[in-house]
Structure formats: C-alpha cells, structure tokens
C-alpha cells in the first residue's frame, strides 16, 4: 500500500551542525507537509510544497520538494537546542484522499 | 479562538471498560480526524469526517467508533478497551475548502492506557 518512509529515524547532532532529514514516498504525491512535534507536545505545521522541484525557506530550515514529486528533505542550518523534536513529513496521494504521515525523524540537540 | 480541543488529558482505563474521547474544534472546519500515535510509530489515521453526518474509516478503525452530529464535534468512542488500544490519541481538523492541499491542527492529545 501507500508508503511515505523517513529516514533517518534518529539523528543526535551538536548544536551549530547541520541536520537533514529525507522523506520517500512509494507513489507520487500531490503535495507534501512538514510537521514538527516538540517531545510531549502534538504536531504543529510548518510548511507545505505543491510544485515539482519546489523549495521554500523558514530562516534557517529549507525544504524541498522533488522534480518526480516523490521525495522531499528537511534541512536545518547550524541547528540549535529549540529544534529538538520529532519532524513528520506527510503527502496526499491524491485529491480526496488521507494524509500520509511519515513515521518521523526524532532530532535531538547537544549544547 | 481555541483552536481544536481535547479531553481528557490523560486516562486508564481497564481491559474491557468503554470510554469517549472528546474532541471539539472552533474553527468552524470541515474535516475533522483521529489519529493514534504510538511509540516510533508515526501517525496512523483511525476514522476522519467530511462533514456532519459524514464519517469513513481510516487505516486503524478496528475497536473504534466516531459519529460526527454537528461541525465541531467529533468524539471518539472505544468500546471493549484492550491493551494494543494503548496510544497517545490526537484530534485535527482542517478547513475542508479544498480537499488537497489542507493543513491540519492538532489537538493537545490524549494519553490512554489500558491496563
């Protein structure tokens, strides 16, 4: 069935390194959504991607969307203690279909 | 506005009891969703609703229930509680203007444990 895998499922960085995480889905999506959940918290929207190639920039977080429309990634630039958290990316396979949520990649921060 | 709201915070239940779970939005949205969250396991959908009087199932709907009476509410209900039922249990909804590109808005969550 429909798929959307994430990896990695972890990633532990020092603070001031770079963090990426990348989203694969098994079928084309319409779009794509990143959420971001802090520990102990519910998920919160951060972004969505509709075009093919597209890439879009949150101060220090870019994300983009695949020219197939099949992969999308994550990046956080020079990551700090308030980016911990778990980061979901989600797609619609389609008009009128469920949200796909990826299993998530759980970041966390060293000082 | 309030946002999507859910009660309880936090419950335990024993195997075999039923409980509803409560979940109001004051968006005035369309769509309404369950969806349970377990450990390193994403999100899974349970049921969602289009619209009042309209609700389908979603990937996990076994052992569940959901009725959806007016816009800004959509509870839902487990009958026989059993352990696997054991989850943290968010509520979302969105606008339901456009059927693709929707944002949803999470609820706090609830923590259920069966024990």
């Known amino acids: 069935g429909q798929q959307v895998m994430q990896i990695p499922q972890y990633q532990h960085v020092q603070e001031g390194e770079d963090f990426t995480t990348y989203c694969n889905s098994s079928?084309?999506?319409?779009?794509i959504q990143w959420y971001k959940q802090r520990p102990g918290g519910h998920p919160v929207f951060l972004i969505q991607?509709?075009?093919?190639?597209e890439v879009k920039k949150q101060k220090r977080l870019t994300f983009q969307f695949g020219e197939a429309k099949k992969n999308s990634s994550l990046h956080i630039t020079a990551t700090q203690t308030t980016d911990v958290g778990t980061y979901f990316c989600?797609?619609?396979?389609?008009?009128?279909?469920?949200?796909?949520f990826g299993k998530g990649t759980t970041l966390s921060v060293s000082s | 506005n309030a946002g999507v709201t859910q009660t309880p915070k936090f419950r335990i239940l024993k195997i075999g009891q039923s409980m509803t779970l409560q979940c109001a939005q004051d968006?005035?949205?369309?769509?309404m969703y369950w969806y349970r969250q377990d450990p390193g396991m994403g999100l899974k959908l349970i049921y969602y609703s289009v619209g009042a009087g309209i609700t389908d199932k979603g990937e996990v709907p076994n052992g569940y229930n959901v009725s959806r009476s007016t816009t800004e509410d959509f509870p839902l209900r487990l009958e026989l509680a059993a352990p696997s039922q054991t989850s943290v249990y968010f509520c979302?909804?969105?606008?339901?203007?456009?059927?693709?590109?929707?944002?949803?808005?999470f609820g706090p969550g609830t923590r259920l444990l069966v024990l």
């Open positions: 989600a797609g619609h396979r389609q008009a009128g279909t469920a949200l796909i």
């Open positions: 979302a909804s969105s606008r339901g203007d456009r059927v693709v590109e929707e944002t949803q808005y």
């Open positions: 968006m005035n949205h369309n769509y």
């Open positions: 079928t084309t999506l319409s779009n």
């Open positions: 991607l509709v075009k093919s190639g």
